[in-house]
């Protein structure tokens, strides 16, 4: 089964497609959405639902996994991340793909084993279940734990 991690976000979405086999953990592919800053938020929208769905075209996964929604300090930026999340499910939508949402202290727990887990904390476990994967930056990354985090908790 391929699981294509996501982890939205309106400046630069993170994505990750891992093979999972049983126990076994697999890397494929993963990589960055970036949008213009300058560009309209319709326009940003439309490109990231544009560019997950490539990625769903490419790689064909079976389900996607997603972080559930967290609300920020900042009104304004939550609606924002809102606003691209739901460009990119509808883009998973588009490609009758299933999508599963976990908490980000559940992703933690999962992949490094406490949900109190730091980004350096994930990145490091990253290096060691998927070896063979060059993690295209912090965005991928997240996504990548997010894929992880699906297939340890077997919700298919």
Same mark, same amino acid.
């Given at each position: 089964?391929?699981? &294509?991690?996501?982890?939205?976000? &309106?400046?630069?979405? %993170?994505?990750?497609?891992?093979? #999972? ?16 800053? !300058?560009? +309209? *938020?319709?326009? $940003?929208?439309? +490109? &990231? ?7 769903? %075209? ?14 920020? !300090? ?6 924002? *991340?809102?606003?691209? $999340?739901?460009? #990119? &499910? ?22 490094? %084993?406490?949900?109190?887990?730091? !980004? ?29 985090? +699906?297939?340890?908790? %077997?919700?298919?």
């Amino acid at each position: 089964m391929l699981v &294509l991690g996501l982890d939205p976000s &309106l400046t630069c979405t %993170g994505w990750g497609v891992i093979r #999972v086999d049983g126990p076994r953990l697999s890397h494929i592919a993963n990589g960055q959405i970036a949008t213009d800053n !300058k560009a +309209h *938020l319709a326009a $940003r929208l439309h +490109h &990231l639902h544009d560019a997950v769905y490539a990625v769903i %075209g490419a790689y064909s996964p079976d389900v996607a996994a997603v972080e559930e929604v967290f609300v920020n !300090k900042n009104p304004h930026s939550t609606l924002k *991340l809102a606003q691209a $999340r739901g460009s #990119v &499910l509808a883009a998973c939508g588009r490609g009758s793909i299933p999508v599963f949402e976990h908490a980000a202290t559940l992703v933690k727990k999962s992949v490094v %084993g406490t949900g109190a887990a730091d !980004k350096t904390q994930v990145q490091a476990m990253l290096r060691v279940l998927l070896p063979t994967a060059k993690v295209q930056g912090a965005d991928a990354a997240d996504a990548l734990a997010v894929a992880i985090a +699906h297939a340890h908790l %077997g919700k298919h």
